[in-house]
C-alpha cells in the first residue's frame, strides 16, 4: 500500500477520523438565490467524496452580513440548516465526517450582496483593491470589484461574534462534525489581524493583542456555544491572500499560534502560501509551529502525496487537505492510496454553474 502513513487513523478532539487525506475548503458558488441554500447537488458532491478522512466545507456565511459571493451558502437560518442535514446525513452514510467552514467575508464583498445595500464591514474603511463574484443576469459568475469598506462598529463587532455562536449551534443541530473557523485568506478576522487593513484605535486595533482580540473572541464564543472538541480554525499567517497582506513576520505568527493554542481546539488548519505563488514555510517555522500547537495541524497548499507523507513523518503536521485535486476526483483518497493517477482537472467549473465540473469527474473504477 502507498503512503501508509497518510492512511492510518487520527484522533482529533474526542473524535477518530479513518485517514489523514482531508478534503480542503473549496468555494463552487453553487448556492440557490435568495436564500443562499445548499442544494440537493452539494449533498451528492460531497458524499461522492466521503472517502476523506474528514471533509471541510466550502466557506459559509454565518449572516446575510458576512456574504461576499453570490452563490456562497449561509448557516444562518433554519432552512439553511435543513438543507445542509441533508448533506451531512450523506456523507455519514457513507461513513465520511464532514466540518463546516464559517466565514465572514468583511471587504471582499460588494454592495449588492450586502443587507440594505450598505458598504461591507471590515477593521478600517480601506480598499485594498480586491475582487469578489456575482452572478450576471444568466447566473453565471461575473468577477468585479469590491465596494470600499466601512470600519465596524463596537456593536457591529459583538455581532459578528454572536453571529459566529450561532452559526456554530446551527452547525451542530445540522449534524455536522464540527467548525472550521476562517481566520484566513484576507477575510474579516485576518482583517483585524493584519496591519494593512486594520487601523483602528480602539480595543480591536493596533498592539498586536488587540488586532487579534476579533480572532479569539470568535474562537471562544464558538467554543462555548459546542465546545473545543469540535471546533477548529483555518489560518494563513504568511504572505498576502485577497490582498491583504501580513507579510512574513515569522514572530507574530507564532504568537498568534501560541494565543489560539490555548483554546485547546480540535486542530489548526494553515493554509501555507505555495499554491498562490507566496515563500514557501522554512523548516525553521514549521518547528516553531509545532511547538506552539499541541493539538493537530492539518496543512494545505500545493501538496502532493509525497509531500504530505514526509511532512506527516517528519511531525510537522498531522494530516494534510487537498484542494483542486479533490475537485477532480471524489475518490482521491482512494486513488492515492492505490496509486491511481489522477482526471484532469476543469478549473473554468471551479466556480458557479451545476453538474458539471461538480458532480461529474469520474470515479477510478469507471
Ligand atoms: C476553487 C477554489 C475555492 C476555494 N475556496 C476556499 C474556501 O472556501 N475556503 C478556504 O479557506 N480556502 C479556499 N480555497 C483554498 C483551498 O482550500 C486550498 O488551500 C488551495 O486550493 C490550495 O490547495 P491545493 O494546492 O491542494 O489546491 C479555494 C481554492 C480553490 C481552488
Not at 501538496?303 to 510537522?316: H, N, R, W
Not at 482521491?332 to 491511481?340: D, E
Amino acid at each position: 500500500m502507498a503512503y501508509d502513513t497518510l492512511f492510518t487513523p487520527i484522533e482529533m478532539g474526542n473524535q477518530t477520523f479513518k485517514n489523514r487525506v482531508f478534503m480542503a475548503p473549496l468555494t463552487r458558488l453553487r448556492a440557490i438565490e435568495p436564500g443562499d441554500i445548499p442544494t440537493i447537488l452539494a449533498a451528492e458532491y460531497y458524499a461522492q467524496r466521503a472517502g476523506a478522512g474528514l471533509i471541510i466545507t466550502e466557506a459559509t456565511q454565518v449572516s446575510l452580513q458576512a456574504k461576499g459571493y453570490a452563490g456562497a451558502p449561509g448557516i444562518h437560518d433554519e432552512e439553511q440548516v435543513t438543507a445542509w442535514k441533508v448533506i451531512t446525513d450523506a456523507v455519514h452514510a457513507k461513513d465520511g465526517k464532514i466540518v463546516v467552514q464559517l466565514w465572514h467575508t468583511g471587504l471582499v464583498s460588494h454592495e449588492s450582496v450586502q443587507p440594505e445595500g450598505k458598504a461591507p464591514i471590515s477593521a478600517s474603511k480601506i480598499n485594498v483593491g480586491v475582487r469578489t463574484s456575482l452572478r450576471d443576469d444568466n447566473g453565471n459568475p461575473i468577477r468585479v470589484e469590491g465596494t470600499t469598506p466601512r470600519a465596524a462598529s463596537l456593536d457591529e463587532i459583538n455581532q459578528v461574534i454572536a453571529d459566529f455562536a450561532q452559526a456554530t449551534k446551527y452547525a451542530k443541530q445540522a449534524g455536522f462534525d464540527g467548525v472550521e473557523i476562517h481566520g484566513a485568506h484576507g477575510y474579516l478576522l485576518h482583517q483585524f489581524w493584519a496591519e494593512h487593513t486594520n487601523k483602528r484605535d480602539d480595543n480591536y486595533g493596533g498592539s498586536r493583542e488587540n488586532r487579534a482580540r476579533l480572532m479569539l473572541q470568535v474562537i471562544d464564543a464558538c467554543v462555548d456555544a459546542w465546545d473545543k472538541d469540535h471546533v477548529g480554525i483555518r489560518v494563513s499567517p504568511l504572505g498576502s491572500f485577497n490582498n491583504v497582506d501580513v507579510g512574513y513576520n515569522e514572530e507574530e505568527a507564532i504568537w498568534l499560534v501560541e494565543q489560539i493554542n490555548e483554546r485547546g481546539l480540535m486542530y489548526l488548519h494553515l493554509s501555507e502560501p505555495d499554491w498562490a505563488g507566496g515563500t514557501p514555510y522554512s523548516t525553521e517555522f514549521r518547528q516553531k509551529l509545532r511547538q506552539a500547537f499541541h493539538n493537530s495541524i492539518i496543512a494545505a497548499g500545493g501538496y502532493t502525496p509525497e509531500k504530505a507523507q514526509t511532512m506527516v513523518e517528519a511531525g510537522y503536521i498531522d494530516a494534510v487537505a487537498f484542494g483542486r485535486d479533490y475537485i477532480a476526483n471524489p475518490d482521491l483518497a482512494q486513488r492515492i492510496k492505490k496509486g491511481v493517477a489522477l482526471n484532469e482537472q476543469h478549473p473554468e467549473t471551479f466556480y458557479g454553474g451545476g453538474i458539471k465540473g461538480y458532480t461529474d469527474y469520474p470515479f477510478m473504477s469507471e
